[in-house]
């Protein structure tokens, strides 16, 4: 690991905070104008995931910077006209597609490694298949290749499924949108703009670009912070953070080296803070480290865990407000009431902000009602139901 430089800024951990708020789009006037695909570019990537609760995580993304977003508006905004495309990012991600060319790095490294999730052996002509069938049908998914499956469970892909898959690591295919949650596979020289459509840069060219995006998107970040963005390496941060733009600086607390974005140093980050319930694969909490670290929250999916185990529940979103995590709820909804199977505050002070939030969430999604299951305390279930009737 290279030693870094002297800092040349020290910030508190409260200043480090609202510069990482601004730059994840929480703190000031958000850019409507520039909205959904605005925000993509802005945070250089948008997780997707397949749960799906209030919405599918992609959706929440755009609702929890820039409000009642139309969700068939979200994704027009990244779909169409060739905006954005699917890639291997934090995980699967929503990126714009001017980055294209920057992540040749990985269809390079896939490429020479020979496989991804499965070996491919003599799948060869499986490949072929699917790129004279694209080529001559235009986008398909996966089904209307020859299906996914061969039967059992769902990591046991079919070999069309495994082709296309391989075509898509590789880029020789691209992910064009989801429909139904079903990629939609299209020939990459087709669905990439002429511009952009090279694997040209060289591999310190691609991480310079990816580092830089990473800081700019964070607002300020230790090493790890930077190359968990977009799943880079230690090693590869270090080659090539010199040459970011990013400046280095010393954080209260963190206890380890931190790099900023220098435009998100030249001002204080005023403005009003958005009152939001967050999705666990929010870049704002993704990396939880860095959310505990910067909020003094710990926070796990809990989606995977068995559910007697649950603490916080399914799918509890972090509630944001004020600058500050201030709880947390599991949804659901029941027809036309939003329910809170399960609702969390760190204080007093989040009753309000919490029934705000869950009455916002219930009319983007159209609800009518909102009610509350089960608390930590009956306290709680007392306060927030208090402050809903007084909206």
């Given at each position: ?65 820039l409000g009642a977003v139309g ?167 270090d080659s090539v953070i010199a ?53 003094g929250f710990t926070h796990r ?91």
């Open positions: 690991m290279t030693t870094a430089p002297q800092p040349a800024a020290s910030l508190s951990a409260a200043e480090a905070r609202r510069i990482a708020l601004r730059a994840q789009g929480f703190l000031g006037a958000p850019d409507r104008r520039a909205g959904v695909r605005g925000m993509l570019r802005h945070l250089g990537a948008v997780q997707l995931d397949t749960i799906s609760v209030l919405a599918r995580s992609h959706e929440l993304i755009p609702y929890a910077r969700r068939d508006a979200v994704e027009k905004a990244y779909w169409s006209d060739s905006h954005a495309f699917e890639y291997w990012s934090h995980a699967a991600c929503i990126l714009p597609i001017e980055e294209w060319p920057h992540f040749a790095f990985r269809r390079r490294q896939i490429r020479a490694k020979g496989y991804r999730w499965h070996l491919l052996e003599d799948k060869l002509s499986s490949t072929r298949a699917v790129l004279d069938r694209l080529a001559a049908e235009g986008p398909l998914t996966s089904s209307e290749l020859g299906g996914a499956k061969n039967g059992g469970e769902w990591f046991e892909w079919s070999e069309t499924k495994i082709a296309v898959e391989w075509l898509l690591d590789t880029g020789e295919v691209v992910c064009t949108e989801r429909r139904g949650w079903k990629r939609v596979y299209d020939l990459a020289e087709r669905a990439v703009p002429d511009g952009l459509f090279h694997d040209d840069l060289e591999d310190r060219e691609c991480l310079r670009r990816l580092v830089a995006l990473a800081g700019h998107s964070l607002g300020v970040g230790t090493r790890a912070d930077i190359a968990d963005y977009h799943r880079l390496k230690g090693g590869q941060v040459d970011s733009g990013l400046v280095p600086v010393e954080v209260e607390g963190w206890g380890k080296p931190a790099w900023a974005d220098p435009k998100a140093l030249a001002s204080e980050p005023r403005g009003r803070h958005r009152t939001t319930l967050l999705s666990p694969f929010d870049s704002l909490v993704w990396d939880r480290s860095r959310t505990e670290r910067i909020f999916l809990e989606a995977y865990v068995p559910k007697p185990k649950r603490v916080h529940g399914y799918f509890a979103m972090p509630l944001l407000a004020g600058g500050r995590l201030l709880g947390r709820v599991d949804p659901a909804r029941e027809g036309r009431t939003l329910v809170a199977r399960q609702l969390s505050l760190e204080s007093a002070a989040g009753a309000r902000p919490m029934a705000q939030a869950l009455q916002e969430a219930a009319e983007w999604v159209g609800c009518e009602d909102v009610r509350i299951e089960r608390t930590a305390t009956p306290a709680e279930a007392v306060a927030v139901t208090a402050e809903l009737a007084a909206l």
